[in-house]
């Protein structure tokens, strides 16, 4: 007849013991993300379009932009207006400059400047008929 073993109560303490240990040890802690690795994380693009409309209870800006070389084709984007100020007085159709930044997975707009009448911007026909 063979006989089972059971471990000791002393070696059941000290696995459940060393497990807890381990365990905490794990957890806990956040990570904070140093200030320039975030600014490394951001993508800036100097970007042209025709400004559509701000919808300033949510602090959005919709832009009819050129397209942005290996980043994206012309479009009409939804975007976070990082600073109120910087659309106001513009009018649907109005010409504008501004850098677009990437942070994750959303899209801001800062730094807005008014392009003079004459500039002529590199927009598809078909997404001209949105102004």
């Not at 904070?32 to 559509?52: D, H, I, K, L, N």
């Not at 109005?94 to 500039?119: A, C, H, K």
């Amino acid at each position: 007849m063979s006989s089972i073993l059971f471990p000791s109560k002393a070696v059941l303490f000290f696995s459940l013991l060393v497990s807890g240990l381990l365990l905490s040890a794990c957890g806990g802690e956040t990570e904070t993300v140093p200030a320039e690795e975030q600014a490394a994380a951001e993508q800036a693009y100097e970007v042209r379009g025709f400004f559509m409309e701000t919808d300033e209870a949510n602090q959005i800006i919709s832009i009819l932009h050129e397209e942005i070389p290996d980043v994206m084709r012309a479009m009409r984007m939804r975007m976070i207006l990082e600073d109120q100020e910087g659309a106001e007085g513009l009018e649907r159709g109005d010409m504008i400059s501004f850098t677009m930044v990437r942070i994750g997975n959303s899209w801001y707009v800062r730094n807005i400047t008014q392009l003079p009448e004459d500039t002529e911007l590199d927009i598809p026909e078909n997404l001209l008929e949105m102004l």
